[in-house]
Structures are given as structure tokens and as C-alpha cells.
């Protein structure tokens, strides 16, 4: 059976960071394929042939499905021809992983790492830091307060307080945030020229796979000093669990323990930040909503799940087929490459009543932001945990919240959120 192909112009915006910072014109494009083509093929001039997948149900069936749709073959996020080529030439064993974390495991590697700390991020072990993640959100809000009643609520407050929250979970001092915060701006937002090492548009693979280069290192050669003090001086955070786990009888390999640290400090507070600056910006758009939501005995879950899948901040993975699958009526084989745009999925009207409405009230919301089955996001309880606790001491505190201009959204094709939302607040 043919492939179905997908038009040029949905083929283009998938793989265009600009297009997903504009949005909009984007879900254009997802919807359409929705519609018309749930499950083709995307043929660009720079890239390898790859399935788009824009359906939840054919997303959460390959997610279910780790044995025949695997992470370690192929990037797990999307690269073009040349960048593949260059990473493969630059990484052990030529497996184009510039970063080999729990993202790039298949099994048995993948339970044997995500065991190591699982046990850190779920509910009832959260409940002991519940204190110190409050603290760091009172803190966040008395800066905010600081103000003077208009901020920049992306840059000001949405990328500091996870941060801080993370790092004392993971063990790494204060004064040593701002550079966290920097190097993991500049992995995920690699393609923005506002957010890069250079600051520069990237015009070439080879440009894009040095900047990566050097601020993986910089991360290494953080963390190889952190290692080294929690060996010698051990303490209750995730950094020491990290440095002396052993997997196999023998200490985790350098690029492994690299590879750890930094899922743990950048997946930790990027994609969280991403989702709190989402709720802000609706809340201010809407007044009944705030005015709903800043009552501080007012339920917040219904908020959070929604700003999570309205934001969708990991915007896709890749994976590659094992075996021939048949998944959504066509035939994926073996070998194939395949784009889980969990974008489309957050918007599919098969599964979200009036998905592109922003409704905290949806019954049953069934967004797939975190992912679905083995490699569920690790971190998903803390970063509900973290928003929540900063909606119920913040929105209180305020008696007026607006826009004060215009947000902006990271061009990226991995990673997005907003990188600019201008507030203007008064406090109660």
C-alpha cells in the first residue's frame, strides 16, 4: 500500500520553529491533517522522510507500544538530514545522541535509569518537600509584589520559580541558578534567536550542532564537580542519589551521568515554567476567570490540567518502528521514523470538546502533555504540585490582573511556551 503524503504546506510548518512560535497558523495546519490525513508521511528537502502522527488515540498506541516504536534508534527529536549525520559522527558508537538520558533509552536501560529516582517524584514522597516548594512560591510572589504592579510574567516569574524549586530538590546551590537557567534556555531554545548561545538565526546544521556542543559541555563540567562533592559528601537530595547509584554493579558512565542531571535540571523547570506563564496569560485575558480562580478556597486542578495541554510545552518525540505496526489504518514498517506532535493531540476534537476553547471545567481532561507509557514524563506529579501551589499564594494576592502587551511564544519545534508576557497587576 502507497503512503499518503501529506501536503507541502503541513510538511513545512511541522518542522519550522517559527511556526510554532506564531500558534496559530500551526493548528491550521494539525486540524486540517486531523481531518484529512490523521497519519502521513512529511517530505521536506533537509529531512528524512518521518510519519506525522496528529491523533491522541494513534499517539497513546504507539506510547503503549515501547517494544516496537523505540527511542535509542534514531533522535528523539527532530534533526534534520545533515544534523543526524554530524551527531552520529560525534557521539559513541555513532548513535546521534548527543545527550544519552532516559528521553534516548529503550528498554532494559530505560526502567534500570528511571528507577534510580522514580520514587523522588511521586505523590506521597512529594508531600515531604510540599514546605519548601510553598516557600520558594511565597518568595516568587513577594518579587512579583516587588514590582511595582507590571512585569514581564514569563521572564520575571514563570522561569524562576520551578528553577528554584529543581534545584534545591536536585541539590544545586542558589547563586548557581542563573547559569542553569542559561544553559537550558540555550539547549531548548537552540533555534531562537533571542534565546541560543549566540544569539544568532541558525543557518546551518553544522552552526546549531557546535552551539549544542558547547553547552552540553557546559553542563558536564557542572555536574562532573557536583559528582564529585556528593561522592565525597553525601546529602538527602537527587544529586547525591545520581552520583552514587550503580547500575549493573558499577557507577553510572560519565555520559550517562551527564545525561541524568541534566533531564532532572532542565526538563524540571522549562516545561513547568511554560505551563504557569500559559495559566497566567489566560487568566488575564479573561476577568470572570480570574475572579473565579484568585478566591483562595477556589479548586485549582481543573486550571492546571487545562494550562497544560493548552501550553503543551514538550511539543513533540520521535520515534522509530521496530517491526511493521499497523496503527490508524495505514501500515507503518520497520524502520520507518515517526513525529508524536502532541500539539495536534491536545487539540483533537475526537477526544476535547471545543478543543481550541480554554475550559478548566472539562470533565475529563485527557491531555497527553507528560506523555504516555513507559516514558511518561518522571517529574509530571511535582510540576502539577509546583502550579498549584504558586495559583493558591499568588492569584489571592492580586486584586486586578491584564495584559500589558503582547505575549511571545519560543521558536522552537521541541519545546515552546511563551518566552514574553507583559502583565500589568494591582495588588489586594
Not at 494539525?30 to 488515540?57: G, I, K, Q, Y
Not at 555536574?223 to 564529585?228: I, P, S, V
Not at 502539577?384 to 504558586?390: A, C, D, S, Y
Not at 503582547?406 to 522552537?412: G, H, K, L, N, T
Request: glycine share 6%; proline share 5%; hydrophobic share 45%.
Amino acid at each position: 500500500m502507497k503512503k499518503p503524503i501529506l501536503p507541502g504546506e503541513v510538511s513545512a510548518a511541522v518542522v519550522d520553529p517559527a511556526a510554532y512560535g506564531e500558534w496559530d497558523g500551526l493548528h491550521e495546519q494539525l486540524a486540517w491533517a486531523r481531518a484529512n490525513a490523521p497519519l502521513a508521511v512529511a517530505e521536506n528537502p533537509d529531512h528524512d522522510p518521518f510519519w506525522l502522527v496528529t491523533r491522541h488515540a494513534d499517539i497513546m498506541a504507539i506510547g503503549r507500544d515501547p517494544q516496537r516504536f523505540a527511542s535509542a534508534i534514531r533522535p528523539t527529536v527532530l534533526t534534520n538530514r545533515e544534523g543526524e549525520a554530524l551527531a552520529r559522527a560525534a557521539t559513541p558508537g555513532n548513535d546521534g545522541h548527543l545527550i544519552r538520558s532516559l528521553v534516548q533509552m529503550d528498554a532494559p536501560d530505560h526502567m534500570k535509569y528511571r528507577l534510580l529516582t522514580q520514587s523522588w517524584f511521586m505523590p506521597k514522597n512529594l508531600k515531604i518537600v510540599e514546605e519548601r516548594v510553598r516557600h520558594h512560591a511565597r518568595a516568587a510572589v513577594e518579587h512579583m509584589l516587588s514590582l511595582g504592579g507590571e512585569c514581564d510574567f514569563a521572564r520575571d516569574v514563570a522561569a524562576h520559580y520551578p528553577l528554584r524549586v529543581i534545584m534545591d530538590i536536585l541539590g544545586v546551590p542558589a547563586e548557581d541558578e542563573p547559569r542553569m537557567l542559561m544553559l537550558t534556555q540555550q539547549l531548548f531554545g537552540s533555534t531562537d534567536p533571542e534565546l541560543n548561545r549566540n544569539k544568532v538565526e541558525i543557518t546551518s546544521a553544522e552552526q546549531a550542532i557546535a552551539m549544542l556542543h558547547y553547552v552540553i559541555a557546559d553542563f558536564e563540567n557542572y555536574f562532573r564537580e557536583l559528582t564529585a562533592d556528593r561522592r565525597a559528601n553525601s546529602r538527602e537530595d537527587i544529586a547525591t542519589v545520581i552520583a552514587n547509584a550503580t547500575i549493573d554493579g558499577g557507577q553510572i558512565p560519565d555520559r550517562e551521568l551527564a545525561g541524568y542531571y541534566m533531564i532532572v535540571a532542565t526538563a524540571g523547570h522549562d516545561t513547568t515554567s511554560a505551563s504557569t506563564a500559559g495559566a497566567i496569560m489566560e487568566l488575564a485575558k479573561n476577568p470572570a476567570l480570574f475572579a473565579r480562580f484568585r478566591d483562595a478556597e477556589a479548586e485549582k486542578a481543573g486550571l492546571i490540567e487545562e494550562a497544560i495541554r493548552w501550553t503543551t510545552p514538550v511539543q513533540h518525540f520521535m520515534r522509530s518502528a521496530k517491526a511493521d505496526v499497523d496503527i490508524g489504518g495505514q501500515t507503518i514498517r520497520e524502520g520507518d521514523w515517526l513525529m508524536l506532535n502532541y500539539v495536534s493531540a491536545n487539540r483533537d476534537e475526537a477526544i476535547f470538546d471545543n478543543p481550541f476553547a480554554f475550559d478548566p471545567d472539562r470533565a475529563k481532561n485527557q491531555q497527553i502533555a507528560f506523555g504516555f507509557g513507559a516514558h511518561v514524563c518522571l517529574g509530571q506529579h511535582l510540576a502539577r504540585m509546583e502550579m498549584r501551589i504558586l495559583m493558591e499564594e499568588l492569584l489571592p494576592r492580586l486584586k486586578s490582573l491584564e495584559l500589558a502587551g503582547d505575549p511571545a511564544r519560543v521558536e522552537s519545534v521541541f519545546v515552546g511556551g511563551l518566552k514574553r508576557l507583559p502583565i500589568r497587576f494591582e495588588a489586594a
